[in-house]
């Protein structure tokens, strides 16, 4: 939750964290990293313009809160009170009618949103206060923003053999290969308090998550770049155990990487993590990692069985590897 001064409240001796991305990428890692952090930011992407989110910032002057909420519920309290709370944020309203299919939190935080003024992050520090969440959301823009892609067409009879696709929906959905990608407005205003947490924090997080719609779009916006530029703290990234249709198909761990090391344009890397189960060719992605000086983690961060996801426990313990103080941490 968060103090009067707008900073999370601490939850323990722990290092500050500010975990990066979106939807259920970012979910993910802040539940691996509740158990070490003593402040815990999570900074949520904006550009969701599909499902309940779309339809709520078309129709009104508001950030797309589908991934916001998620990010609530992964640090709601663990008491039988908040969790239910949690649960009931999750809940996808059922029918027919013009509600259906809107996750209950998605209308709360709009709401909240509108009885505040308009103003997202007190609206956001509210439900962190109902939710006794153990750290707190701030949106990555103060404004909505669209992603703008450059793709690939595998159609042999384009002429074009190339072309611009709008939005995040569209994006993930499309069978072409993502060439570059940008946000609009190209210079998005960002919350004060998002980079006096990234200022402050011991190490930054970035990923797992659609790697093109929900990690990198942070690198794009100017202001949360230099300001990851600037951090003293520690910048780990965890890599996602597959490609992603739509998005990256065929994609190596490495590639991901040589990928996110196009975007950094200055911002330093400490660490990168992958799934010791996941990296076929490990050479390949050491020499990567160490074209961005970094260290490379290879750990099992995988569950063991069901579809490919990171197991919060195994996360936990290959990101306390590399806290300050943690043995083999440089």
Do not use: K
């Not at 707008?6 to 970012?26: E, K, M, R, Y």
């Not at 070490?36 to 078309?58: K, M, N, P, Y």
């Not at 750290?135 to 159609?155: E, F, K, N, S």
């Not at 961060?301 to 936990?316: F, K, M, N, Q």
Request: glycine share 10%.
């Amino acid at each position: 939750m968060s103090t009067a001064s707008g900073s999370p409240t601490p939850v323990g001796t722990g290092p500050s964290v500010v975990a990066l991305g979106g939807g259920h990428g970012l979910a993910a890692s802040l539940a691996a990293w509740r158990p070490l952090a003593g402040e815990l930011t999570a900074v949520v992407t904006v550009a969701d313009d599909g499902g309940s989110s779309g339809r709520i910032r078309r129709e009104m002057p508001v950030l797309p809160p589908g991934d916001l909420r998620m990010a609530l519920a992964a640090l709601a309290g663990d008491d039988q009170r908040t969790q239910e709370l949690a649960t009931l944020l999750q809940h996808r309203l059922g029918g027919s009618g013009v509600l259906a299919g809107h996750p209950v939190g998605n209308l709360v935080l709009t709401g909240l949103t509108e009885v505040h003024g308009g103003d997202t992050v007190r609206a956001l520090d509210t439900l962190c206060e109902l939710l006794g969440a153990r750290g707190r959301v701030l949106p990555m823009a103060d404004v909505p923003l669209d992603l703008v892609a450059i793709v690939d067409t595998v159609d042999p009879d384009d002429p074009q053999r190339s072309r611009h696709i709008r939005g995040q929906v569209a994006i993930a959905a499309s069978p072409d290969r993502v060439r570059s990608i940008r946000v609009t407005p190209a210079d998005p205003p960002v919350h004060p308090d998002v980079l006096a947490a990234i200022a402050r924090a011991d190490v930054v997080s970035l990923g797992p998550g659609s790697w093109y719609t929900s990690v990198l779009p942070h690198l794009l916006v100017p202001r949360l770049r230099a300001a990851l530029a600037d951090t003293p703290a520690r910048v780990v990234v965890v890599l996602n155990l597959e490609p992603q249709a739509g998005e990256t198909d065929d994609f190596s761990p490495e590639q991901h990487l040589r990928v996110l090391q196009d975007h950094l344009q200055g911002v330093p890397l400490h660490t990168v993590i992958a799934d010791a189960g996941a990296v076929v060719d490990r050479r390949g992605l050491l020499s990567a990692v160490q074209e961005c000086g970094a260290t490379l983690v290879l750990a099992p961060v995988a569950a063991p069985d069901g579809p490919p996801r990171h197991l919060p426990e195994l996360l936990t313990a290959a990101l306390a590897t590399v806290l300050p103080g943690a043995v083999g941490a440089r």
